[in-house]
Each structure stands twice: as structure tokens, then as C-alpha cells.
């Protein structure tokens, strides 16, 4: 994978600009990424700034897919930033999650309603958004059957493939529910992370395409047509 990085302009807001990514991928046109971070998605003239940035860092043009990261899940704007950001971005795919902070741009928000977008302009044809409920993946009557059904991707077209899943540990068994994946996508690397910012059943959130969920995961398929290294944090063993 051959990959330039251009910088993006420096803003005095407090959204702040990530590094543009071009990226040559096997089998793809280049796909180009952004990201932003502001630290309040309750103060709308900061998270227009941002959604700014990161038109601008696509060179004006709004992303196909946008991950995309939120703290502090119990004030109440928080279930005002998805809408606002489709409309703002025009984004066709969208997975992310609740968590007790968020990181990007070279910054970290560990307390307050803060938000970090990663956004890409790319072909989102070789992608499968889902998304499942604590009941299909852990619930009594789960079965990797159920689950593929309701992720509803043949597991032959992800052969050798990408799965990034965000699971929601106060809802979902997360050891059963991987196992469950490992059984209907056994060739898939999968990477991810817990949901978090919740204390209680139902306090946790994703964001899935323009609706946001209290319960189970959501995530990603992406066919295997370019290469991915996978990045742990300092704290944590693979």
C-alpha cells in the first residue's frame, strides 16, 4: 500500500483537523481520508466547523463512509449528532459508538460531550454495514445461523475480509458473540472495540447509518482488497 499525507489547515475553533490520507488500495481507485475532532457536539457552530474541516480535507466533496466516536452518551444533545452530521456530510454508511472518551487528530477528550470523525471518500460497494440486537447474539435461541441471517452477508464474498465490530458489553455476552462471528466468518480478521460512556442495560449507544441503537453491535464488512495492520494500545496485549 502506497499512502502521501497532506496536513490540513490548523483551525482556532476546537475542532481540530486531522491528516488527509490517499491511499492506493488493490483492486480500488484511491481513497481518500479525513478526520476531525471538537469538544463540544452540543455547541452547534463547533461541530459545523468541524463537518468544515473535513469537506475540506475531501477536497469539498461530502464522505461515502464515516466512523464516528462520541463521549458522554447522557447529555442531551447526544441524540442530536447523528442527524446533524447526515446532514451536514451527506455520508452513505455510518458505524461508531458511545465512549467514556474519544480520541483523534493528535487529541484526547476524556471528559464532556466530546466527538471524533474519521471519514473516507471511497467506493462503499465492497462494504456490508449491520448490525444485530442482544437477543440475536447472546440471547437463548442465538445460533450463528440466526446471526448470519441477520447480518445478512454470504460469508464466501468476505473470504479472507475485514470485520470491525463495536459490541455493547452491558447487553450483549461479548465472548459468545465473538465466538458466534468466528463460527459464521472464520477466514475474517476481526477488530473493534467495547462500547462504553454507560453504566447501566440500554445507557451505551451506536450510531448505524442514521439510526442510533441502545443495545447488541454494530459493524462492518469490508471485502479483502487492500491490506490493514492492526494498532493496540500501549496498555493493552493483543
Known sequence: MQAEFK?????????TSSPVHVAESRGLASVLYAGAICESYD???????????IRDQLGGANPDLVLLFASAPKYPEFENVLPELHRQLGFRVAVGCSGSGVIGAKRELESGP???VLAASCDTSYMHPFAFSDKQASGKDATPESLAESIGADPA???????????DPLTVSTEYALSMLDSVYPSVMKFGALVSGGHE??????FFGEELRHHGAVGLLIKHNFDADMIVSGREEP
Do not use: H, K
Request: hydrophobic share 30%; aromatic share 10%.
Open 157 to 167: 464474498d468476505y473470504e479472507d475480509g475485514l470485520m470491525l465490530v463495536f459490541i
Open 201 to 206: 442495560y440500554g445507557e451505551n449507544r451506536m
Open 114 to 116: 466530546g466527538l471524533s
Open 43 to 53: 455547541e452547534p457552530d463547533e461541530v459545523e466547523e468541524m463537518c468544515a474541516q
Open 7 to 15: 496536513w490540513g489547515s490548523n483551525s482556532n475553533t476546537s475542532a
